[in-house]
């Protein structure tokens, strides 16, 4: 772990988003509610060895930018503080499970975490695809080549479409009848929509989605009036993709409503050892989980990371994900790096038995988590009410979507509409470049984070009480929680991954306030002219320009763009675990440090 830093280079995003988070879990306890934990620990760099002197150098040495710009063809930073909101969730989710830890008799008194564990949080389910070392399958998609020019970012490898005004909408459906049922409506043969289906239905997996070009043209001849009807008669959620920013609504990052009070104080388990070294803070807890896709299996699988047993519920015969390559031995990498240790208990929820079966596992948890469509939970006799009422300790989470804020009906809960209609959208990107989301799944794995982080609240206000609670959160409410300035930011080539003879390279952030200097070392560019600055960098190396720049008192990041190379780098040697027999591929280690 690298020392903590001092004030002129600490990780300001991510600790001002941890003191948010603290706070709201604060205001859900009563005074003097259990001990009050350390502040979380927090630097940049973390276990990885390597200098990560800020967010845009984490973001190119643990694969954001890859990720993110897999859609364009070329790496390219996000242009939000991502990781260290990540990393900030990380810190406060840690500070919380401590005190729930103390509270229970655990000697922990520090947690530390790292704005870089965060980045290679945020791209585990990718890093586990990369690595997996039994996959079969189709593979996957291919990515686009880079533009020769911004204005031409992007547009072949996103989902967002574009109507004739120029409008930009972006669509979502989890299912293939209505998905093709849009695209006849806009005049495409059903063959043509079939072809378009399994790299929209991929890209939450491979943050990639090459559409025919034939169906962009279909979009591009309507107006938003008819691609809003086609939408609407096909049951496919459509939401226009603005250039603000700004979010459309402001829900807290979590809402927790306290059960009714028990007539027996129900109180944590004691962990089952007191061995400081091999105890977590929600050792000994169980949560049932009845979840799918991301958001809420990352929220399970955080708690495992913290301690808890995590059982998963799925349908007869596993979760559809199971077997979405590239697989590891014979299940879905992808799946396992969310899902891994989880057993498995399969109930059709459809059935008075298979709801039964929830129940009795609910009736024995200290935790109850789905992210169920909206509504569901209600026609099961699921809903938080109905568990409560058999076990008044429990906490129940529900992870949603949208929450309250788009009423009875809202889109489809996935990450690229919450996106949207969080500002996130617009925010992710440059302003010389349109609104769109991100295909690397943001909401969902910050979703998960405040899902979970809502839970440990609400054990620690059980530990206090002895109350259970209701715990809703959502993807919209983690789009919200990323800061962002009013308008959109301003690049130059210089603030952009530069290409050189071998790779790419992002300038530090001293050299990015004086391109003067980094223009001397590039053969006397220009600096009126960063666009032939940049081009001149693909004359060397990257070794070579490092040593340079080096040479004159600057730093530069060098940019991964083989998450592989993850597994195998001695800087990432504790943070990253290596494939190996049992697993089959590499994933990041547990993200915090308890002592």
Not at 203 to 210: D, L
Not at 379 to 394: E, H, N, Q, T, V
Not at 513 to 541: I, Q, Y
Request: charged content about 20%; hydrophobic content about 45%.
């Amino acid at each position: 772990m690298t020392p903590r830093l001092g004030t002129e280079t600490r990780p300001d995003t991510a600790t001002a988003v941890a003191e948010r988070l603290l706070r709201h879990t604060a205001q859900a306890l009563p005074d003097g509610a259990g001990p009050e934990p350390e502040r979380p620990v927090l630097d940049w760099a973390g276990p990885v060895t390597a200098d990560l002197p800020d967010e845009r150098a984490v973001q190119a040495a643990c694969g954001v930018m890859h990720v993110h710009g897999r859609a364009i063809g070329a790496p390219v930073p996000l242009a939000v503080d991502y990781a260290s909101v990540v990393a900030g969730a990380l810190a406060a989710l840690g500070a919380t499970a401590l005190r729930v830890g103390r509270a229970r008799g655990l000697d922990l008194s520090e947690v530390r975490t790292s704005v870089a564990q965060g980045a290679l949080l945020a791209v585990g389910q990718y890093l586990a695809a990369a690595t997996a070392d039994g996959g079969s399958g189709p593979p996957e998609p291919d990515l686009p080549q880079p533009p020769s020019a911004p204005s031409g970012r992007g547009a072949e490898g996103l989902a967002t479409l574009v109507a004739c005004d120029g409008t930009r909408v972006e669509i979502e459906t989890l299912d293939p009848f209505a998905w093709r049922e849009f695209w006849v409506r806009l005049g495409a043969p059903p063959a043509l929509a079939g072809r378009g289906w399994l790299p929209f239905q991929q890209r939450f997996a491979t943050a990639v989605c090459p559409l025919p070009d034939a169906l962009r043209q279909a979009a591009r001849r309507c107006t938003p009036e008819q691609l809003r009807a086609a939408a609407d008669r096909a049951g496919v959620s459509l939401l226009v993709v603005d250039n603000d920013p700004a979010p459309a609504v402001r829900p807290a990052p979590w809402e927790l409503t306290p059960g009714p009070t028990p007539a027996r104080a129900h109180r944590l388990p004691a962990p089952r050892t007191t061995t400081p070294d091999t105890v977590l803070p929600l050792a000994g807890l169980r949560v049932v989980e009845s979840t799918r896709r991301v958001q809420g299996p990352l929220a399970g699988h955080v708690l495992r990371m913290l301690g808890a047993d995590v059982v998963r519920v799925e349908p007869p015969g596993g979760d559809p994900m199971r077997w979405l390559p590239p697989l590891a031995g014979e299940c879905s990498a992808r799946f396992l790096a969310l899902n891994a240790h989880k057993p498995v208990i399969e109930a059709d929820l459809t059935t008075t038995q298979g709801r039964d079966t929830v129940r009795a596992l609910a009736a024995d948890a200290d935790v109850f988590l789905h992210n169920w469509a909206p509504g569901k939970a209600s026609r099961f006799g699921l809903a938080a009410a109905d568990l409560l009422a058999g076990r008044p300790s429990l906490v129940y989470a529900e992870a949603s979507g949208f929450g309250d804020a788009c009423g009875a009906r809202p889109p489809v809960g996935t990450d690229y509409l919450a996106q949207v209609h969080s500002g996130l959208a617009a925010a992710v990107r440059p302003a010389d470049e349109p609104p769109a989301p991100s295909l690397m799944t943001l909401t969902d794995v910050l979703g998960g984070l405040l899902c979970a982080q809502g839970v440990v609240a609400a054990l620690a206000l059980r530990e206090a009480t002895g109350r259970g609670s209701h715990v809703r959160s959502s993807l919209l409410s983690a789009g919200v929680l990323v800061p962002r300035p009013a308008h959109r930011v301003h690049w130059t080539p210089l603030n952009r991954p530069l290409r050189t003879a071998d790779g790419h390279l992002y300038l530090g952030p001293g050299a990015r306030r004086d391109p003067e200097s980094v223009c001397r070392l590039l053969d006397g560019a220009d600096p009126a002219f960063p666009a032939d600055a940049a081009a001149r960098l693909a004359r060397r190396t990257t070794g070579q320009w490092l040593a340079r720049l080096a040479e004159a008192g600057l730093t530069a990041t060098p940019v991964l763009t083989d998450l592989t190379g993850l597994a195998h780098n001695p800087a990432f040697r504790t943070a990253v675990l290596p494939p190996d027999p049992a697993t089959g591929y590499a994933r990041p280690a547990p993200p915090w440090e308890f002592a």
